[in-house]
C-alpha cells in the first residue's frame, strides 16, 4: 500500500489549483483522474479560449441553497490573484465584455500554466486512474484504485458536476458524499440552451443562426445579452443565463426591443412614419428574415396607419414581452454547469472540509455552488481549489 498526505480526486479547474496551492505549502500531493487527459473542460471553455474568470466577480453571481457559502473562498483567493497568476505565466489576455477575461490564444495556455505550476511544485499527476472503493481508516482514508491501494490524511473530491459526459462526468463525486453521511441536493443542468416543440419551433428552425439583443426574465431574475435562435429552439447568453432559474412549466418573458418601450416607439413610428409598414421599421431594427418571419407569424403587416391602439398594443406585447414556455433543455449534454450538489450546509466555507467525516474535503462544481455564464464558474473552482488546499 503508497501513503500520500493529500490525494485529490479529479484534475479539473479545481483539482489543479487545490493540488498545485497545497504542494506549494509543502504538502505532498498525488493527484489523479479517470480521464485520459487533465483539464478537458478548460480545454473546451470560452469556445477554445477560456474565459478564466471575471473581473467583477462577487457573491451575487452564485447560485446555491446556502447563499453565503462562497463567500469566505471568494474573498480569500480573488480574480485579481488568478490575474495575477496568469500575468506571472506571461499568457496574453482581453476583456470580452462585462468583466470576462478570455486568454488572446487559446485555453491550452491556462491548461499549461497549472500544469507547470503544478510540475514545478511537485505534484504527482496519474491519469487514466479508476477509484474502485474508498474507505474512511483510523488517520485518514483508503483507496482501492487501478494504481494499487493507496492511503492518505487529506481525501479532496474535486470530480464536477453532471454536465458534458463527453468529457468524462460521471456522478463519483455524489456517490462519495453520500458514502460519508453527507447530503446531496437535486441535480439539473444550468447555463444550458432550450428546447422548443411549439409553432414556435418553426420560427426557431429558419431563424436557426440569427442572434439578437434581448432581455430574457424568468422569476424574478432578468439578463440583458445576445439570444441566437437554433434548430432546437434558442440558446445565447441570455438564454443560458435565465435557463439556471427556469423550471419545467415556468413561462420566459423575452424583450426583444431592450433599448425602447415597445409602445412607445410603434406610436411614435405610427406619428412619423404612417405610409411605412411594419415589417420595413422591424427591418431596421432585426435582420429583414427575422422582421419577415416575425411579421408573418405574430402579426399582420401592414401601414402603421392602419394600426388601431388595441393592434399596436398587441404588437407591442409580442416585441417587448414575448411569453414563452420552453419544452425543456438540451440537458446535461451541452450544459455548461451542474445546478445542485453536495449540501454546502454540510461542508466548513472556511475550510471545505467535511462536517460529518474529517480529513474529507469538497471543491469546485461538486458542491451546491454554481456562478452566472462569463468567467465565474472558474473563479469559484480556483478560490475553493485554494482554499482547500490551506489545510489538506
Not at 70 to 87: E, G, H, N, P
Not at 131 to 140: L, M, Y
Not at 153 to 173: D, E, H, N, R, Y
Amino acid at each position: 500500500m503508497r501513503s500520500t498526505p493529500v490525494i485529490i480526486i479529479g484534475a479539473g479547474a479545481a483539482g489543479l489549483m487545490c493540488a498545485l496551492s497545497a504542494a506549494q505549502r509543502g504538502r505532498e500531493v498525488l493527484l489523479i483522474d479517470h480521464a485520459n487527459k487533465p483539464g478537458k473542460k478548460i480545454l473546451m471553455s470560452g469556445g477554445g479560449r477560456c474565459n478564466f474568470t471575471n473581473m467583477y466577480t462577487e457573491p451575487a453571481n452564485f447560485l446555491s441553497q446556502n447563499p453565503h457559502f462562497c463567500k469566505s473562498a471568494l474573498a480569500r483567493y480573488t480574480q485579481w490573484d488568478f490575474i495575477a497568476l496568469v500575468a506571472k505565466h506571461g499568457v496574453p489576455y482581453h476583456e470580452k465584455k462585462l468583466g470576462q477575461l478570455f486568454c488572446d490564444n487559446k485555453s491550452s495556455d491556462i491548461l499549461g500554466l497549472l500544469l507547470a505550476d503544478c510540475e514545478s511544485a511537485g505534484v504527482e499527476l496519474r491519469m487514466d486512474t479508476s477509484v474502485q472503493s474508498i474507505e474512511k481508516t483510523a488517520d485518514g482514508y483508503r483507496l482501492q484504485t487501478s494504481l494499487g491501494l493507496l492511503a492518505c490524511q487529506s481525501l479532496v473530491v474535486a470530480t464536477g458536476g453532471l454536465s458534458i459526459p463527453t468529457l468524462g462526468a460521471t456522478g463519483f463525486g455524489y456517490q462519495i458524499a453520500r458514502q460519508f453521511g453527507h447530503s446531496v441536493l437535486p441535480t439539473r443542468a444550468g447555463l444550458v440552451p432550450f428546447t422548443i416543440t411549439d409553432q414556435l419551433k418553426d420560427i426557431c428552425t429558419e431563424l436557426s443562426g440569427t442572434s439578437v439583443d434581448c432581455v430574457a426574465s424568468c422569476n424574478d431574475q432578468a439578463f440583458r445579452e445576445n439570444l441566437l435562435f437554433t434548430h432546437r429552439g434558442l440558446s445565447g447568453p441570455a438564454i443560458l443565463q435565465i435557463s439556471s432559474f427556469w423550471q419545467p412549466g415556468d413561462t420566459v418573458e423575452i424583450n426583444l426591443l431592450p433599448d425602447h418601450d415597445a409602445l412607445a416607439w410603434l406610436q411614435q413610428q405610427q406619428a412619423e412614419r404612417p405610409n411605412s409598414e411594419l415589417k420595413t421599421l422591424l427591418g431596421e431594427v432585426f435582420t429583414k428574415k427575422m422582421a419577415n418571419l416575425l411579421a408573418e407569424h405574430w402579426f399582420v403587416s401592414k401601414p402603421m396607419k392602419q394600426y388601431t391602439p388595441a393592434e399596436l398594443q398587441t404588437v407591442a406585447n409580442a416585441l417587448g414581452a414575448w411569453q414563452l414556455v420552453p419544452a425543456g433543455t438540451e440537458g446535461y449534454r451541452t450544459a455548461e454547469v451542474t445546478l445542485g450538489g453536495v449540501d454546502t450546509r454540510e461542508v466548513s466555507s472556511k475550510t471545505l472540509e467535511s462536517l460529518k467525516s474529517p480529513g474529507l474535503y469538497f471543491i469546485g462544481e461538486v458542491l451546491d455552488v454554481s456562478g452566472h455564464l462569463g468567467g465565474f464558474n472558474f473563479q469559484w473552482a480556483w478560490a475553493s481549489g485554494y482554499a482547500a488546499a490551506q489545510y489538506v
